[in-house]
């Protein structure tokens, strides 16, 4: 597989992640390909994989996966990762993650034969204890102050947070038809929509209302790609978290 088509594959296979349709992410292993997440035993068989995806999925049904980067040294393959969530499935803390880490594949015939996933599983534990917000705040030591402010100008944007959240998941859709919308690709949309996150979740707020216009970009995707209803909601919802923010 060349670069090119590697990076398509590992976009198609982000979406797929964020698609709350765990036999999607089985889709891009063989048959009787593994998944092995830390020190587990490996998920082997797509049936399997699908059961492992659909835990992560359970557990945040906001889940937002980013890819971070994909290199390839030799026959390895490291495809680098950060997911976002609210923990508000089924015995859920409530609490919101952000958490990294990465698969290394084997590849065979254009799908995954072996991933090998690692991430921080204490810390996932911890902020699906405290939240996100509360762990950063607890590693800043002498500067409380400036966690404090910090952590209070997150949660004032946490609404807003969610609905571009939902507008990713959305966007991330593997089926979706860009072909009228000013982005170029799916690619593109999940880079902007992942910028306005993180300059959101940092305590700014962007210039967001074009996104969310008639005829705007996301709306252009949504007639094309099924969803226009859910577009409508979630615009009004936008509308109304962003008059609560500037007035």
């Known amino acids: 597989m060349d670069s090119a088509k590697l990076n398509e594959f590992a976009t198609r ?40 995806a659909q835990g992560f999925m359970t557990a945040f049904p906001d889940m937002v996966v980013k890819m971070d980067s ?7 393959i490291t495809y680098r990762w950060t997911l976002t969530g609210t923990n508000t499935g089924p015995g859920g803390t409530g609490k919101a ?22 991430f921080d ?24 102050g400036g966690a404090r402010s910090s952590g209070h100008l997150m949660s004032q944007f946490q609404a807003l947070i969610d609905v571009m959240r939902e507008a990713r998941r959305l966007l991330a859709l593997p089926e979706n038809d860009f072909s009228w919308s000013s982005w170029k690709d799916q690619q593109a949309a999940l880079a902007e929509i992942d910028e ?25 995707v949504s007639l094309s790609s099924g969803w226009g209803e859910e577009f409508l909601r979630l615009a009004e919802r936008f509308d109304r978290e962003l008059a609560a923010r500037i007035t």
């Open 13 to 52: 296979y982000t979406a797929a992640w964020c698609s709350q349709n765990a036999a999607s992410v089985a889709s891009f292993f063989a048959e009787d390909g593994s998944l092995k997440i830390n020190e587990g035993s490996p998920f082997v068989g797509r049936a399997a994989i699908t059961l492992a």
């Open 70 to 76: 994909l290199s390839v040294e030799g026959s390895r």
């Open 97 to 118: 993650v952000r958490i990294s880490g990465y698969e290394e594949w084997r590849s065979d015939a254009g799908l995954i034969a072996e991933s090998r996933g690692r």
């Open 121 to 144: 599983e204490a810390e996932y534990q911890r902020q699906r204890k405290i939240g996100v917000a509360s762990v950063r705040r607890a590693s800043t030591g002498g500067a409380a």
């Open 196 to 220: 306005h996150i993180d300059i959101l979740e940092r305590g700014s707020l962007p210039n967001l209302s074009a996104l969310f216009l008639p005829t705007g970009p996301i709306q252009e």
